[in-house]
């Protein structure tokens, strides 16, 4: 800022107001998003949670199923679900997100992308991967309606064997200041193992009319409720990086007006002495 006058120090400190008047709405807007988004984690973990022990226990108690989305097959292609913002301004979600995701690919010979969320969306057509589907403008505010297409989608290039595996990467939400990117395997599914004793309560479980039929029921359910939990946990996510980021950027801007104003102050006192002095200078001189 050396070299600055006055009037270029005065317009400078009124445009970081303005900035920081932008960031600060930014800010209040993120945190009423950020506290409806997660209320709807608070209840859709729960469902989630439920449908995924159910799954895990038809395979810890059933042996020898056979049904598509379990048996294993060549891995061709991998498919991955991309979770992402449609706006900027929120630290590093986007770039973290998409680093999780682009860091496992390396590890695979053909993959495409579900792209969920503008940013991604862009970030993977600009490096020309295989983009198997877009969905764009639901990442702020998901419905399940969204997961079911999402969902229908996937299960049908699954079950056509376009792709052989897949898998979701989305940011889980820790907390306001925290969001962690995960990634699970979607398909095929794998049923962990219990403890032994878990497995004895399982063991006399039966399934009518079969596992296969329950599965046939159940799996599109679970596809469609996880796909669901990543995008509300995403969404609360990324209001949380907004938030943070506008709260950052709101400071650093007060920091700015300061630093600022205390060098118009200087300038202005510089001006005021040189103009004493010149006037005493004058004074001596009639003298």
Do not use: W
């Amino acid at each position: 800022m050396a070299g600055m006058g006055m009037r270029d120090v005065k317009r400078r400190i009124k445009s970081v107001n303005s900035t920081k008047q932008i960031t600060k709405a930014m800010e209040l807007v993120s945190s009423a998003k950020l506290r409806r988004a997660r209320q709807r984690v608070e209840k859709t973990r729960p469902y989630f949670n439920t449908i995924k022990e159910t799954v895990q226990d038809i395979f810890s108690s059933t042996g020898g199923i056979k049904h598509p989305f379990v048996s294993t097959r060549e891995i061709k292609k991998t498919c991955y679900i991309v979770i992402t913002g449609d706006r900027g301004l929120s630290g590093g979600y986007n770039a973290n997100v998409i680093k999780t995701a682009v860091t496992h690919m390396a590890e695979k010979q053909a993959k495409s992308v579900i792209a969920i969320g503008t940013k991604g969306r862009d970030y993977f057509r600009s490096r020309k991967y295989d983009l198997d589907g877009e969905f764009l403008q639901i990442s702020e505010d998901p419905s399940y309606g969204d997961a079911k297409r999402i969902s229908s989608l996937v299960l049908q290039l699954y079950e056509n064997k376009l792709i052989d595996e897949v898998y979701l990467v989305y940011t889980q939400f820790v907390s306001t200041i925290s969001q962690k990117p995960e990634m699970i395997k979607l398909l095929p599914l794998s049923g962990e193992k219990k403890a032994k004793q878990e497995e004895k309560e399982f063991e006399y479980v039966s399934y009518e009319p079969s596992p296969e039929a329950v599965l046939d029921y159940l799996v599109p359910k679970y596809i469609e409720s996880t796909i669901f939990g990543a995008l509300v946990e995403s969404s609360a996510s990324e209001q949380g990086a907004r938030r943070v980021a506008m709260e950052n950027a709101t400071d650093n801007a007060e920091e700015m007006i300061d630093d600022l104003t205390l060098l118009y102050n200087r300038a202005r006192q510089a001006a005021i002495t040189q103009e004493i002095a010149e006037i005493v200078g004058g004074a001596e001189a009639l003298k």
